[in-house]
């Protein structure tokens, strides 16, 4: 299961990403074993809080196989166009263009061990060759018209400190070797070449360029802006809301039934207004307040049981279509409804690490309609963020220390406590087999250590009969 792919994100959470082509209906499942000892359930972490607060996302266009060289041959034929769709179409060519860079930059950056050392700052100039070359293009095909050209000096501001900020941030995580000084050098300079363009431009006040924030913060409002058009506008609406209403009248009346004929068969059975009577009518009165919420609480939940909770609309921002309708589920289950393919990747595990835990389930339910896609898409991409940081809340502070003897000396040393999350993702499109695979989220209070695939679920094949 390539669609779905799972991958560490910031300190306390994991981004899940996959696409989904016109007109497909995709179910998309995901198990979250969390080991008794870390004390969540329902009690402790509702689903609602944990969906609000903790669940994030982003739906896009997208187009496979994107990359520099390729981005740098749709250029020409983006930008002509009338001057009334400029915005969008320089708005798609500068997202794609983003995407591009951070897809060549993670590929790039996947060249870690020494000896990859050189195909790395092969692949870093490579990179910013063709980086310069497409920004060079673009600046070659400035608008003249004033309106427009204030839309073209805000993406032309964006790409250029987005690209400078990207190649620092990849250097920066590789260690500086005298061998490679050239061709570091000379990436240090395109970044001092993007630095100086602006500066000649004024695109930047200086009063915002000493003020890290102002600068972060502008850039930020920048990437906005070239998202419009490209992110889908979402409206979440939580389900059930009329029949919550209903549920509440239907559980007061039947509750007030019981409670009424309690008190007229009180007042046949005493006659007159006396203390005895006042202290059961407080009685019936005090019990009903008990057991109303929880009674309605009960009833609820029956009707709900196995319900969606929310509802996703996903909108063009420029034409306002509707793009893509989205059912979410987000209960607590029991373990035997666990899916047997996902018990069995969970039983996998060494006897050790199999342990009882709470299981929370996150299902996604996406139709996407049939409506045309911006020119030069061909497809949407959704990255969903899952914070972990309602969960490390929970998990004990401290470290423990292991022993152990060294000749005569007794060495100490300290260890932090880590926990283990099982993530089991089932993919259901409708047209094959559905697909289990499992990821094990190693993480402590501070953040998540490893996201690690731990196994693909495979059908057994059957046997053939000895003859």
């Not at 930059?105 to 980086?131: K, M, P, Q, R, W």
Request: positive net charge; proline residues 3%; charged residues 25%.
């Amino acid at each position: 299961m390539r669609q779905v792919n799972i991958t560490s994100h910031e300190k306390l959470s994991f981004k899940l990403k996959h696409q989904l082509n016109k007109g497909e209906q995709r179910r998309l499942d995901l198990y979250f074993s969390l080991p008794k000892e870390m004390g969540i359930n329902s009690n402790t972490l509702s689903e609602t809080e944990y969906f609000n607060s903790a669940i994030t996302g982003q739906r896009a266009y997208f187009t496979q196989g994107l990359h520099l060289p390729l981005l740098h041959t749709r250029f020409a034929s983006r930008m002509k166009r009338s001057p009334d769709e400029y915005r969008v179409n320089l708005n798609l060519f500068a997202y794609q263009y983003l995407v591009a860079l951070d897809t060549d930059i993670a590929e790039a950056l996947i060249l870690e061990d020494s000896e990859y050392t050189h195909a790395f700052y092969d692949a870093a100039l490579v990179l910013a060759s063709n980086s310069l070359t497409i920004l060079k293009k673009l600046r070659r095909n400035a608008p003249n018209d004033v309106k427009l050209n204030a839309i073209f000096e805000n993406v032309d501001n964006y790409l250029s400190w987005y690209t400078e900020q990207s190649l620092l941030k990849m250097l920066a995580q590789k260690p500086r070797q005298s061998d490679y000084s050239q061709q570091r050098n000379e990436l240090l300079q395109f970044c001092e070449q993007e630095n100086k363009y602006r500066l000649s431009l004024n695109y930047n006040s200086t009063s915002t360029l000493n003020d890290p924030n102002r600068i972060s913060n502008k850039m930020r409002l920048l990437r906005r802006l070239i998202e419009h058009g490209v992110v889908f506008r979402e409206q979440t609406t939580a389900l059930g809301s009329i029949t919550r209403k209903v549920v509440t009248g239907v559980a007061t009346a039947l509750v007030m039934t019981v409670v009424l004929t309690l008190i007229i068969k009180t007042q046949g059975a005493l006659s007159g207004i006396t203390s005895v009577m006042i202290l059961v009518l407080s009685v019936i009165y005090g019990v009903r307040e008990v057991f109303k919420d929880d009674f309605k609480n009960m009833l609820w939940r029956w009707i709900r049981r196995g319900k969606p909770k929310w509802l996703r609309t996903l909108k063009d921002t420029v034409n306002q279509t509707e793009m893509a309708k989205q059912k979410i589920w987000l209960d607590y289950i029991r373990s035997r409804k666990l899916p047997k393919q996902a018990q069995e990747l969970l039983a996998r595990r060494h006897t050790q690490n199999q342990q009882s835990a709470e299981l929370l389930h996150y299902r996604l339910e996406t139709r996407v309609a049939n409506s045309e896609f911006q020119p030069g898409y061909e497809s949407l991409e959704e990255t969903i963020i899952f914070s972990l940081r309602p969960l490390a809340r929970y998990l004990e502070r401290g470290q423990g220390k292991l022993f152990e003897l060294n000749g005569e000396k007794i060495q100490k040393t300290a260890i932090e406590r880590r926990y283990q999350i099982n993530v089991i993702i089932a993919l259901n499109q409708g047209f094959a087999e559905e697909e289990f695979e499992r990821y094990k989220i190693t993480l402590n209070r501070s953040g998540i250590i490893d996201v690690e695939h731990a196994g693909t679920y495979q059908k057994p094949v059957a046997k053939e009969p000895e003859q």
